[in-house]
């Protein structure tokens, strides 16, 4: 009798157990909804998109679900964890779907489908490349000023990534954008693209507009010439900023646009402005940076004149050392005037090129350690601090420790003595090279990267 009924009992329970997991594999739309208000419920929807033997359809649903709910990184690290051949499938399933979510009046609900799609381009079929990049291009279309930051990439990481098939938008966007913020955050995607179909392009459109506005461009538009242009607007502007009947005010303008990732084609104005000296100082300033950044050690012949020009001299310095490296060394030292006044800002500009030598530099910058003139012993030891090796440290700067000559206005009214600074260098020189050498950094992912300013 008993034996019966713990028959009856077993049954029962086994019973129970089985409806129990009926119940729980008859995953539903409904019950999905409510997962999504309960908690920990993403992990249950997590679950049922990466189970492989539910419906396409359900598990579509729920990709869907995670993304309204804004699950970014839930979905991502549970699609990661699937096999690929499977994954694939649930990503052909759900692409369109989720592209159908750019229709939802909620702009988060949109850009977490934005971003998922940015997931997609990324794995391998390109197919799904296409299709997502197509979609996400459709949807920056139209208010891309109130898009550009929305969801958890911006546009520019977003666009960047698409590289040239943006070009169409990118071109589009900036044509008639209003808003001059705006215009320059395209700019800048389109200037890191870096695609010579895309500079051009955005060159016609502003090649247009400057033809429309000459004599009188607008900064507006010069700016967004700083970040994207070709050859034919580098030499519009050149010839712009040669002409002197041109307003002094959009001729620096112009010049400053040049002056960001300056091209060679912009060397030979920028050395006839640098060596005239009637053409306003912040001309020549500008000037002279183009040449730093774009020409070569061929053109520190025409810069070292202006070593003694009290006007530019340090940034002849700077330009000499830039282009020539170790060996303008003498070339830089020897050109500038050690009898004029030397002041505590003129030290601080001379080490922050000094301090970009190459330890190549070392033994000419030690050659100006026994020179009679302060200054350049001074620049000297500057140098040295971040070029100089152990034995250069022991046979040349520690010798100078109790050297008393003062190195005036180094210290604004304080004494400070040769001596002082060869300690001072000698500390520095020990401390670098007791020091191990940097490790290179681990490359970002551009979605990672900090965005420009």
């Not at 381009?121 to 291009?137: G, N, P, W």
């Not at 034919?232 to 001729?251: C, H, M, Q, S, W």
């Not at 920028?270 to 730093?292: P, Q, S, V, W, Y």
């Not at 290179?440 to 900090?450: S, V």
Request: overall charge positive; glycine content about 4%; some cysteine.
């Amino acid at each position: 009798m008993r034996t019966s009924a713990n028959r009856w009992v077993g049954i029962f329970c086994l019973g129970l157990m089985l409806a129990w997991l009926c119940l729980g594999c008859n995953v539903t739309t409904d019950k999905i909804d409510t997962w999504a208000e309960s908690v920990n419920g993403e992990a249950r929807i997590a679950h049922v998109v990466a189970d492989a033997s539910a419906e396409m359809p359900l598990r579509v649903y729920a990709v869907l679900k995670l993304i309204r709910v804004r699950q970014f990184d839930l979905l991502t690290a549970t699609m990661k964890e699937m096999p690929p051949a499977d994954r694939m499938k649930l990503i052909q399933a759900s692409a369109p779907k989720i592209g159908g979510l750019f229709e939802v009046p909620d702009l988060s609900v949109q850009a977490a489908a934005k971003d998922i799609l940015y997931m997609f381009m990324q794995f391998d079929d390109a197919q799904v490349k296409r299709s997502a990049r197509q979609a996400i291009l459709l949807w920056y279309k139209n208010g891309f000023a109130k898009k550009y930051a929305a969801g958890k990439f911006s546009a520019y990481h977003v666009l960047k990534r698409v590289g040239a098939p943006a070009t169409d938008l990118l071109v589009e966007l900036i044509a008639k954008e209003p808003e001059q913020k705006t215009r320059v955050k395209l700019a800048k995607i389109a200037r890191d693209i870096d695609h010579p179909a895309l500079k051009k392009r955005v060159s016609d459109v502003l090649i247009t507009w400057y033809n429309e506005q000459l004599p009188n461009l607008t900064d507006d538009l010069l700016e967004l010439a700083c970040y994207v242009r070709d050859e034919r607007l580098t030499e519009l502007l050149n010839g712009y900023v040669a002409d002197k009947k041109n307003p002094f005010p959009i001729r620096l303008s112009a010049l400053n646009s040049l002056s960001f990732a300056p091209s060679r084609l912009s060397l030979p104005i920028a050395t006839r402005l640098f060596i005239n000296r009637k053409e306003h100082i912040d001309l020549r300033g500008i000037a002279i940076e183009i040449i730093r950044k774009a020409g070569d050690a061929d053109m520190v012949k025409y810069i070292s004149p202006f070593l003694r020009d009290e006007d530019v001299k340090w940034a002849a310095f700077a330009a000499i050392l830039k282009l020539g490296g170790a060996e303008a060394v003498s070339t830089a030292f020897d050109g500038l005037n050690p009898n004029v006044t030397f002041w505590r800002g003129d030290y601080r500009v001379a080490r922050r090129h000094l301090k970009k030598l190459p330890t190549a530099a070392a033994p000419k910058l030690a050659a100006y350690l026994t020179s009679k003139h302060v200054p350049l012993v001074t620049l000297a030891l500057i140098g040295l601090q971040y070029s100089a090796d152990a034995a250069l440290l022991e046979k040349a700067i520690k010798p100078l420790a109790d050297d008393a000559r003062p190195i005036p206005n180094f210290i604004d009214g304080k004494t400070y003595t040769l001596g002082m600074m060869a300690r001072e260098s000698a500390a520095a020189i020990e401390k670098r090279l007791a020091e191990p050498p940097p490790a290179a950094l681990p490359k970002q992912a551009d979605e990672d990267a900090d965005e420009p300013e």
